[in-house]
């Protein structure tokens, strides 16, 4: 008898045993970029970059610890170790790799340019003489300088400020990611059906989620991760939920 009480008790223990626990992963994110990092109603972060990590860390075992963060602090917080990853529409470039880990790309992306429904344009050409609204320091405003095409640039700090104005006729276009503008055209309530995306750029950019150099052991769990959520079809089902079905 005291044999069986004894096996049941350490039955009893391994049940609850926190290293069965799935371990937790503090995530910082700016949730200013939607559709990819934004907060909802209850401020708490919501996503597809959000819905992306929660699919990977049920795939893999890993509890996710979402947290809203400012961008100015964002990557010295991964580096100093207060935060385990980065989730907050990250481009891969060789400078930010020469500091930082990155994971497998988890989002292509190109420029977009949103017109009122029913205009379009064939090229960035077709902004001549146009007022283009971005957000301050993103890569559209720097794509659509470079391409010189005489444009009238206006920036804004929130890139809903310039969706906003567009749909109120004070600029004629917008210029952002195209995940975000596929956000504006298709999903949000005050703006799907009022707005065209309607050109892209070919230079494509590549999102990874950050982690601070040295982190091996929670890199190959994140790219194991992006692994089983292409593979599985819930990538797209992500994609779908987001940005609606691309043009």
Do not use: H
């Amino acid at each position: 008898m005291l044999r069986r009480i004894t096996l049941a008790m350490i039955g009893l223990v391994l049940m609850c045993s926190p290293a069965l626990a799935a371990e937790k992963i503090v995530v910082a994110s700016d949730c200013t970029w939607p559709p990819m990092e934004m907060l909802d109603a209850n401020k708490k972060p919501e996503g597809y970059s959000t819905d992306y990590l929660r699919a990977i860390g049920k795939a893999v075992g890993l509890d996710m610890d979402v947290r809203n963060v400012a961008w100015d602090g964002i990557f010295s917080g991964i580096a100093t170790g207060q935060y385990d990853v980065v989730a907050s529409s990250v481009t891969i470039t060789p400078e930010r790799q020469k500091q930082f880990d990155f994971t497998d790309p988890y989002y292509e992306v190109v420029q977009a340019v949103v017109l009122p429904e029913g205009q379009s344009i064939k090229d960035l050409a077709g902004l001549k003489g146009k007022k283009v609204g971005g957000q301050i320091g993103t890569t559209g405003i720097f794509v659509l300088r470079k391409a010189d095409v005489g444009a009238d640039i206006k920036e804004y700090d929130d890139v809903g400020l310039a969706m906003q104005d567009l749909v109120n006729g004070r600029i004629d276009a917008v210029i952002c990611d195209d995940p975000v503008a596929m956000y504006y055209a298709n999903k949000k309530a005050d703006t799907a059906g009022k707005l065209n995306l309607s050109y892209k750029t070919d230079e494509k950019e590549y999102y990874g989620f950050t982690v601070r150099k040295g982190r091996k052991d929670l890199l190959e769990k994140l790219n194991k991760g992006i692994k089983e959520v292409k593979a599985s079809g819930e990538e797209a089902k992500i994609i779908e939920k987001w940005m609606g079905k691309s043009n």
